[in-house]
């Protein structure tokens, strides 16, 4: 059973306009949750993050919300650019439990057109 | 600052050959990871570590095994490669009270024919 859902394999999004890239989880252990950006033949590169006390968090032009009654939490990128064209992963964590380790969801891939 | 660094970045096997993929970091984080991404999926963990002397099975250890002697490494060693086994492999570290997530190496692609 899947923990860490990403229902949508890809997106494409014009320049300049918002990607909303979306997760939903099942474990209501989770209490830590990581959005990470990856390119071809590179490591995944940690992105924004986002605490269960909190339902949003905003670094630049990246926004996590979190809902937590729904278990869902979406990442915004406002404006979008071409360099943010991308697979990205969801992830979470029981920060305080078992060592930290993450559960990743599939990976949704962004494709940004100039 | 290196970060994680992970050897070889490919590497071809025959069924039944063993070895071992080396990760190395030097940011003297306790917690390290090896996750596997196989195409199209995401990454699941089959070994992890708190620290030196300490290891401990993930999602898919089968197959594989590991140590930790120092801070710095956690090897992860295949034994008896299977095509199963062809996968992307990643090593990540971080530290107990780092809210930023991991530090992921670059990766080892492996192909077992």
């Known amino acids: 059973d899947q923990q860490v859902k990403q229902n949508s394999p890809s997106l494409s999004v014009q320049e300049g306009r918002i990607s909303i890239l979306n997760c939903d989880y099942t474990n209501s252990m989770f209490d830590y949750f990581l959005w990470y950006k990856k390119y071809p033949a590179e490591g995944p590169t940690f992105l924004i993050s986002?605490?269960?006390?909190?339902d949003k968090n905003e670094d630049g032009r990246f926004t996590v919300f979190l809902n937590k009654s729904a278990k869902h939490l979406s990442l915004h990128i406002v404006p979008s650019q071409p360099g943010d064209s991308a697979v990205y992963f969801c992830a979470a964590s029981g920060i305080n439990t078992n060592a930290g380790k993450s559960t990743f969801g599939d990976g949704t891939t962004l494709t940004v057109k100039p | 600052n290196a970060g994680v660094t992970q050897t070889p970045k490919f590497r071809i096997l025959k069924i039944g050959q063993s070895m071992t993929l080396q990760c190395t970091q030097d940011?003297?984080?306790?917690?390290m990871y090896w996750y596997r991404q196989d195409p199209g999926m995401g990454l699941k963990l089959i070994y992890y570590s708190v620290g030196a002397g300490i290891t401990d099975k993930g999602e898919v250890p089968n197959g594989y095994n590991v140590s930790r002697s120092t801070t710095e490494d956690f090897p992860l060693r295949l034994e008896l490669a299977a095509p199963s086994q062809t996968s992307v492999y990643f090593c990540?570290?971080?530290?107990?009270?780092?809210?930023?997530?991991?530090?992921f190496g670059s990766g080892t692609r492996l192909t077992v024919v």
């Open positions: 990540a570290s971080r530290t107990p009270t780092d809210n930023y997530g991991y530090t």
């Open positions: 986002i605490s269960s006390i909190k």
């Open positions: 940011m003297n984080h306790n917690y």
